[in-house]
């Protein structure tokens, strides 16, 4: 049987992954999504006392939860049956083989009543350098090659969700729009989240320069302020859902409403 090919090249990735710490991490995006979950954690009104973190980079996440296990995001997360009351899932689910898979794990690892919560980008983010990137290759070359991950949509990311069987799922999301002086910053500030492309079926040559300068220009022209300062989208997307307990809310059974649809609409027209 001829097996399908890696969407990630998990070498280039944990190699990215330790330049960006080799040179400084460049966390904005993470210290955001940190705080975001500060605040999330607040709305829930409960203490959690055993919680685990699975991410590639440690610094935001420890000053959020101190105490927290902080687990790789290998294929098999290093999480014990029913260990913990919090698993957080941040910032690398985008980059996983198999994204319910993950999820799965993180809900074994929950006791009964234990959140799951996840942060990752989503389908919009890197809108502007995707079409530039696209643009100028095919001008430049006449083909295209992969050279922006994929990035799943809100709808079909919260599905993952009930497929892990989380219970009261959520999905949510919020769209971060970052400017620059110019395109190269955005390059450089990728580069140093350890975020640039380590696609399993990308091109292994350096990127021609005719194409990259095509593409900066494009993005100059296409995606610029009246201040001359470009613009980056990353889609922030939340997933949240609870370990399956007798305590939960339960969705009413089929026929249980105390009146019909009907009913209701017909008071409705004759209010």
Known sequence: MTQSPRLTDRTALLRHRARARSLGPELFLHDDAAVDLQERLNEVNRTFTSAAVVTPFLQPWAEILPGAKIVADEEVLDLAPEAHDLVVHAMCLHWAEDPVGQIVQCARALR???LFIAVLFGGQTLSELR????EAEVEVTGGLSPRVLPMGEIRDLGALLQRAGLALPVADSLLRRVSYGDPLRLLHDLRAMGETNALGARRRQFTPRAVLLQALARY?????????????????????????????????????????????????SQG
Request: hydrophobic share 40%; net charge neutral; charged share 20%.
């Open 112 to 114: 009964p009543d234990g």
């Open 131 to 134: 079409a530039v990137l696209a």
């Open 220 to 268: 100059a022209q296409h995606f610029s302020d009246a201040e001359g300062r470009v613009r980056a989208s990353f889609d922030m997307v939340w997933l949240t859902g609870w370990k399956p307990h007798e305590s939960q809310q339960k969705p009413l059974r089929p026929g249980s409403a105390a009146c019909s649809l009907t009913e209701v609409l017909g008071k409705t």
